[in-house]
């Protein structure tokens, strides 16, 4: 939360002189005092809401991330809160961390035209790139100070008297305790995948070997020289299974219930020379960038 002008006796100055600490950084807020959140919020809301309302913000993604930046630089608007359940902003690029996992929206679309990367290391970017570019803008646009992580939000009812949203939130590892906070609006842009669905297979409760979900890959499995088994075909696995095959002795069976359809398309590196003449030469990457929608578009209709 932010100090706002003219508005001293609000959860901002608290929060921000005592609580700071704990909103620092990626992972590091696993002990945010959300006692103190609600009670703070819910003084700031019902005293000082005319001049400031509230909004609350559930899921840091990239939807969570764009809407905090929007609501700063479009709006001047700081009196929000984003609600995060895990430890990290960043959503399905926090998550899937598997061998192979990249966007296949071209690197350049996949991000926000206000903040335009002439960095991007190739035309599909991996992983750790695109992460890294939405927590560099999450840290640009301190939205870490906005953020409660590990909280998530399980309800909102409007409250017709005080024309606010009353907004249930409870501690990921915290025990099943739920408090409120009040917002004027409340955004929600918790995604769709940000819950694996792992099918119920018979057997696996029993099966004694490492198995686990492609958007939570255990890093710790050594899958040189195993039979891995693969239930599915669709986009997480078409990334990753060419991974495993280029593992040293493993083998994959892979289980695929319907065929897929697969678009043509091929990643390539951005030289040195590109890159340098994208972040130098005026409009050269505002036009590249339009250049790119175009031919994507001519590509996936
Ligand atoms: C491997 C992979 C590659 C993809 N590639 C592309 C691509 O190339 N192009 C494309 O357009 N799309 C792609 N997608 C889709 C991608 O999910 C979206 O583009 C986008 O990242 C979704 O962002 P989001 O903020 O809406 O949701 P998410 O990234 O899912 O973020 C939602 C956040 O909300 C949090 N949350 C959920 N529920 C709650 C709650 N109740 N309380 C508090 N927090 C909560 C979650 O922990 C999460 O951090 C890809 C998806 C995957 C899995
Ligand atoms: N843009 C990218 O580069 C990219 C990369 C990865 C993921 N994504 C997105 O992320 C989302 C999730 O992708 P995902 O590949 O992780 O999941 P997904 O698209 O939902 O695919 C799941 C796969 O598992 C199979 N499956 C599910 N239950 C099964 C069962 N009981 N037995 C056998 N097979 C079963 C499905 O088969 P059926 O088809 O027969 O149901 C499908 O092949 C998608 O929206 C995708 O577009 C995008």
């Not at 001293?8 to 590091?28: E, F, P």
């Not at 927590?135 to 024309?163: E, I, M, P, Q």
């Amino acid at each position: 939360m932010e100090e706002r002008p003219g508005n001293k006796h609000t959860t901002s100055s608290r929060l921000s002189s005592s609580k700071s600490a704990q909103y620092g950084h990626a992972g590091q807020a696993a002990a945010v005092d959300v006692g103190h959140v609600v009670q703070g919020m819910a003084s700031q809301a019902g005293s000082s809401s005319r001049l400031s309302p509230h909004v609350v913000i559930i899921g840091g993604g990239l939807g969570g991330i764009a809407c905090g930046i929007a609501l700063k630089t479009q709006l001047d608007f700081h009196n929000f809160t984003i609600y995060e359940k895990a430890a990290e902003l960043g959503g399905t690029w926090r998550d899937n961390t598997y061998p192979g996992s990249a966007c296949d929206t071209p690197s350049h679309w996949y991000s926000l035209s206000t903040e335009l990367n002439p960095d991007w290391s190739t035309t599909l970017a991996p992983q750790p790139e695109l992460l890294a570019y939405w927590l560099s803008l999450a840290r640009k646009y301190d939205l870490y100070k906005h953020t409660v992580f590990n909280t998530s939000v399980v309800a909102a009812t409007w409250n017709a008297g005080r024309h606010e949203y009353e907004v249930f939130v409870t501690e990921e590892q915290g025990g099943a305790e739920r408090r409120s906070v009040w917002a004027r609006a409340v955004v929600s842009v918790v995604g769709i995948l940000s819950e694996p669905y792992t099918p119920d297979i018979k057997g696996l409760s029993t099966f004694t070997g490492p198995h686990f979900h492609s958007a939570r890959w255990d890093h710790g499995v050594d899958v040189r020289g195993k039979k891995v088994v693969v239930v599915g075909n669709g986009a997480s696995a078409a990334q990753f299974v060419p991974c495993l095959l280029r593992s040293a002795g493993t083998q994959v069976v892979q289980f695929c219930r319907l065929p897929n359809w697969y678009l043509y398309g091929s990643r390539a590196d951005y030289s040195p020379r590109r890159r340098w003449v994208l972040a130098k030469v005026p409009l050269a990457l505002r036009l590249y960038r339009l250049w790119v929608l175009l031919v994507s578009t001519a590509y996936n209709p």
